[in-house]
């Protein structure tokens, strides 16, 4: 079986849910809450435990904005050979060193490196409280003065 990275739609932790006819679905591990797929490569079944282990780790030492600006330190560096990849990644993240290395004694470089690769995306994407407006102070305005651009 197959699987595709999916990521929660209310907490946004991302795991590998499964790809095809008859498929169970399957919630949030963190908040049951409802998980798409997100954009990424497919899994196989042994690399399962490898992802969600990966993923727990990104999950609970990445920052969204610290994964955001790894991404982009990535994609201005142009092609960057497969198998280096993990290794750069952890130079710029040391937190998911002892993981990496862990997961390197079990999977080929490459397939670390397009898993980090998904789950940075993943993380840098998540947007907290969206839409809402956070203000200080001991007085807010009201509904009239908002919609007329006169905030204090």
């Given amino acids: 079986m197959e699987y595709l990275p999916g990521r929660c739609d209310a907490c946004g932790f991302v795991v590998l849910i499964a790809h095809g006819a008859g498929s169970p679905h399957r ?30 780790r990104v999950h609970d030492s990445v920052a969204p904005g610290e994964a955001a600006r790894v991404l982009s330190e990535f994609e201005e560096l142009g092609d960057v050979e497969p198998t280096s990849m993990p290794t750069w990644l952890v130079s710029r993240l040391p937190a998911l060193s002892q993981t990496i290395a862990a997961l390197a004694l079990r999977l080929p470089t490459q397939s670390i490196g397009t898993m980090l690769i998904t789950l940075l995306r993943a993380r840098s994407s998540v947007r907290t409280r969206s839409g809402f407006l956070s203000l200080s102070g001991d007085s807010y305005p009201d509904a009239s003065e908002v919609s007329k651009g006169r905030l204090a």
């Fill in 27 to 56: 919630g949030c591990p963190k908040c049951d809450a409802d998980v798409s797929v997100f954009p990424g490569a497919k899994h196989r079944e042994d690399e399962r435990g490898a992802f969600e282990t990966l993923s727990q």
